[in-house]
């Protein structure tokens, strides 16, 4: 795998223009199978996870052309109903194809998902919610799952967790349900309000939009359509951390304040002076940060997703801060790393306390997942000297090139073999 280099300590400022949604573009290409026709997705990242997914698509009988950010699937001739093993463990997302796939064929077959390797991410919440529109899943030997329903029907479905995953998987297999679906303790993360959106684009009738109860209406078919992505609000998260650890000021374009905002109360508490445009959030970070304790959550609260860079800024803060991890028991791995660093991180169960009064030397680290990895990248911005990123291949799965973004504000940073 290539490796990322930084040279730490150059102030970054400028701007920089957010892709768009990874978690958001994933599921509405999935449920664009759900339409017989064609479906157009504008503003799409051009990311490993993208790719992966139309290879998925591909190979179950869809056309896909994807250029300058639009992604156009015509999923008129689906042939098959069966996720080649080989995709599914490579990206974790995958798995929202088992709602659609049984929506529009009554069948899906697939397996467990892969992806980052962050602690137990359980799919149970997915099979309970299929179960209860009438699906019989049965798991199979080698970690294979198959699904079958003569017709879905709408039902009353709660889950005990708002699993955005296991909420996306629901909403599309609900869409061409018969009857009305009630889902409540919906996960109400901006890009399920997306996939909504995109939804009823296509002729659903999916009400609740933005609350943890969704109300879908089953109709018959659904129509062509076209849906602009919007921005990703876990990449603007991530250059905001960097813009806080290197110092300086810049404008991240196209990045929603309103889908930010228990993000923006934490980074301001850490001495940010923030602003939100029309345009997008504007930064600036004249000293470096202060400690804070944090918890992450379902959205709204402060995203898991954003655990690892807030690791980064709190390992060359003023002082003592601490994070609650609640989402994921296994997402403190990026703290092994930034110990290369000289971070002092100590890491009690679900906690991480951290002492950022010593100041971080650039290092050979290694990005062990997606986020963990942007973090190591934001704390090689904050070191003395050079740091190495290895396998940053887990960092091309989320976001388009941020060697590109980091540099156009003033980043010493680059790619190499």
């Avoid at 929202?96 to 929506?103: A, I, R």
């Avoid at 445009?277 to 402060?302: A, C, N, Q």
Wanted: aromatic share 4%; hydrophobic share 40%.
């Amino acid at each position: 795998m290539s490796t990322i280099e930084i040279e730490g300590l150059h102030p970054l400022k400028g701007e920089v223009w957010i892709q768009g949604s990874k978690n958001a573009a994933l599921p509405m290409a999935a449920a664009a199978i759900l339409n017989r026709g064609t479906a157009v997705l504008r503003n799409v990242p051009e990311i490993h996870d993208i790719f992966c997914m139309i290879r998925i698509l591909e190979a179950i009988g869809c056309r896909c052309r994807f250029e300058k950010n639009c992604l156009t699937i015509q999923a008129e001739n689906l042939t098959r109903v069966a996720v080649p093993r080989s995709y599914v463990t490579a990206m974790r997302s995958s798995i929202v194809l088992l709602g659609p796939l049984l929506g529009r064929c009554g069948e899906a077959a697939t397996y467990y998902p892969g992806g980052c390797s962050i602690g137990s991410r359980p799919i149970n919440l997915h099979l309970h919610g299929l179960r209860s529109l009438g699906a019989r899943i049965r798991e199979l030997g080698d970690e294979k799952l198959a699904a079958r329903a003569d017709r879905l029907r709408g039902a009353k479905v709660i889950l005990p967790f708002p699993s955005v995953g296991a909420t996306e998987n629901v909403l599309m297999a609900a869409v061409l349900a018969e009857g009305t679906t009630v889902l409540s303790g919906a996960a109400r993360e901006p890009e399920i309000a997306q996939l909504c959106g995109f939804l009823n684009a296509m002729g659903a009738r999916i009400s609740g939009i933005g609350t943890d109860t969704l109300r879908i209406q089953g109709v018959s078919r659904l129509h062509d359509a076209e849906y602009t992505v919007a921005g990703d609000r876990i990449v603007a998260g991530t250059y905001l951390s960097c813009v806080m650890a290197a110092g300086g000021e810049a404008l991240l374009r196209g990045a929603d304040g309103r889908t930010l905002e228990e993000v923006l109360r934490g980074f301001a508490a850490m001495g940010a002076e923030l602003t939100v445009r029309k345009e997008g959030v504007f930064i600036s970070m004249k000293d470096r940060p202060l400690p804070v304790s944090l918890r992450t959550g379902p959205y709204p609260g402060f995203p898991t997703d954003l655990q690892s860079p807030l690791l980064s800024l709190l390992s060359v803060s003023r002082g003592e801060g601490e994070i609650c991890e609640t989402v994921f028991e296994d997402r403190f791995a990026a703290a092994e790393e930034l110990k290369k660093m000289g971070a002092r991180i100590t890491v009690l169960g679900s906690r991480a306390v951290v002492d950022g009064r010593y100041p971080l030397t650039g290092a050979g680290v290694r990005a062990t997942d997606l986020r963990g990895g942007a973090a190591l990248v934001a704390a090689g911005l904050a070191a003395e000297g050079r740091t190495r990123v290895a396998d940053c291949g887990h960092i091309f799965r989320g976001y388009e090139d941020i060697c590109r973004d980091l540099s156009g504000l003033g980043a010493d940073i680059r790619q190499t073999a």
